[in-house]
């Protein structure tokens, strides 16, 4: 007997994260108002099953869902994280992330885990971007967060303030450029790239007065970035460094199609702003498309039925976009 041919257009995967928190909810919501997007849930049905009764609505068609069943449901409390609800979420990951490197499903749309709790569950990584880059064995990864007027990518993520200065480099700069600009061309179909470098110092540092690090390490960085994206033939416009305190309203005003952060909370502060119920973070570098909600796992709201499902619906729709593309 012949093989099946493969599915010329496969779903989008999801993964339903933390059941103990208002991954279950909002993904049940975004079914719901989207009811002809061709999607298959990774998590256990049961769990599916309670939220939708839970909020009055109809059970999620069985086709939209791939079981996957990890202990008892009965363990698993909304808004009381524990190891039931860690070892859930860390399997439906796996399996969707399995999936997804298979092509059997066209992207992956993330429901928020835990990143304290899925830890003891065995999960080695700070979090999911992590994690999917060592899955699909590649090193030029970055964070993009992606709002309808501002985009920001991130040159370093989970670190300290005070370790920012130590272990930046040129190479992360030039890394977090380079893949945006591949993005907004390939995915966003942005026609030419305009990519803003933000400086670490205040007034990009003044021409060293304020620092110099603009000067040894973000300079060196995009021009890094220019080369390579020559090379590629990548069209893009890379400007920088830029001071901090202008180049994100100006990026928002239309200026630039996005800019590269050098740190977390200098890229997330005006996401956030503008953007809280709409950001999407889209993990950059994969061979496949990831999406997910520019939230946590909202432990204070889980099973209250208050959750807002905006940023997963915004990271779904994006999700299907971004397929499209490619």
Same mark, same amino acid.
């Given at each position: 007997?012949?093989?099946?041919?493969?599915?010329?257009?496969?779903?989008?995967?999801?993964?339903?994260?933390?059941?103990?928190?208002?991954?279950?909810?909002?993904?049940?919501?975004?079914?719901? *108002?989207? =009811?002809?997007? +061709? !999607?298959?849930?990774?998590?256990?049905?049961?769990? #599916? %099953?309670?939220?939708?009764? &839970? $909020?009055?609505?109809?059970?999620?068609?069985?086709?939209?869902?791939?079981?996957?069943?990890?202990?008892?449901?009965?363990?698993?409390?909304?808004?009381?994280?524990?190891?039931?609800?860690?070892?859930?979420?860390?399997?439906?990951?796996?399996?969707?992330?399995?999936?997804?490197?298979?092509?059997?499903?066209?992207?992956?749309?993330?429901?928020?885990?835990?990143?304290?709790?899925?830890?003891?569950?065995?999960?080695?990584?700070?979090?999911?971007?992590?994690?999917?880059?060592?899955?699909?064995?590649?090193?030029?990864?970055?964070?993009?967060? *992606?709002? =309808?007027?501002? +985009? !920001?990518?991130?040159?370093?993520?989970?670190?300290? #303030? %005070?370790?920012?200065?130590? &272990? $930046?480099?040129?190479?992360?700069?030039?890394?977090?450029?380079?893949?945006?600009?591949?993005?907004?061309?390939?995915?966003?179909?942005?026609?030419?790239?305009?990519?803003?470098?933000?400086?670490?110092?205040?007034?990009?540092?003044?021409?060293?007065?304020?620092?110099?690090?603009?000067?040894?390490?973000?300079?060196?960085?995009?021009?890094?970035?220019?080369?390579?994206?020559?090379?590629?033939?990548?069209?893009?416009?890379?400007?920088?460094?830029?001071?901090?305190?202008?180049?994100?309203?100006?990026?928002?005003?239309?200026?630039?199609?996005?800019?590269?952060?050098?740190?977390?909370?200098?890229?997330?502060?005006?996401?956030?702003? #503008?953007?809280?119920?709409?950001?999407?973070?889209?993990?950059?570098?994969?061979?496949?498309?990831?999406?997910?909600?520019?939230?946590?796992?909202?432990?204070?709201?889980?099973?209250?039925?208050?959750?807002?499902?905006?940023?997963?619906?915004?990271?779904?729709?994006?999700?299907?976009?971004?397929?499209?593309?490619?």
């Amino acid at each position: 007997m012949s093989a099946l041919p493969a599915d010329p257009h496969p779903p989008i995967g999801i993964s339903l994260g933390d059941p103990a928190g208002i991954g279950p909810e909002i993904v049940v919501r975004a079914l719901r *108002a989207r =009811p002809t997007t +061709r !999607v298959r849930v990774y998590g256990d049905p049961r769990v #599916l %099953a309670a939220t939708a009764a &839970r $909020l009055g609505f109809p059970a999620v068609a069985s086709d939209r869902i791939r079981p996957v069943m990890s202990g008892g449901v009965d363990d698993i409390t909304a808004g009381r994280p524990n190891l039931a609800a860690a070892r859930a979420q860390l399997a439906s990951l796996e399996a969707a992330t399995d999936d997804a490197l298979a092509g059997r499903i066209s992207a992956l749309c993330t429901a928020p885990i835990s990143k304290e709790w899925i830890a003891r569950a065995g999960f080695a990584f700070p979090g999911h971007t992590e994690y999917l880059a060592h899955r699909a064995n590649t090193t030029e990864f970055a964070m993009m967060l *992606a709002g =309808p007027r501002l +985009r !920001v990518v991130l040159a370093t993520t989970h670190l300290s #303030l %005070a370790d920012v200065p130590r &272990r $930046l480099t040129a190479a992360d700069i030039a890394r977090a450029a380079l893949l945006a600009a591949r993005a907004l061309v390939r995915d966003f179909g942005v026609g030419r790239a305009r990519v803003a470098v933000s400086g670490l110092n205040p007034h990009a540092g003044e021409a060293g007065r304020f620092g110099d690090e603009e000067l040894r390490i973000v300079a060196p960085g995009i021009q890094d970035a220019r080369i390579r994206l020559g090379r590629e033939r990548v069209p893009a416009d890379l400007s920088g460094p830029h001071p901090p305190d202008a180049v994100f309203r100006q990026a928002a005003d239309g200026k630039f199609d996005a800019v590269v952060a050098l740190y977390h909370d200098q890229g997330l502060i005006p996401v956030k702003l #503008l953007h809280f119920d709409e950001a999407v973070n889209v993990t950059l570098g994969l061979p496949f498309v990831r999406t997910s909600p520019d939230h946590g796992t909202a432990y204070g709201i889980a099973g209250m039925g208050r959750a807002n499902p905006s940023s997963f619906l915004a990271a779904l729709d994006l999700a299907e976009r971004l397929t499209a593309r490619r």
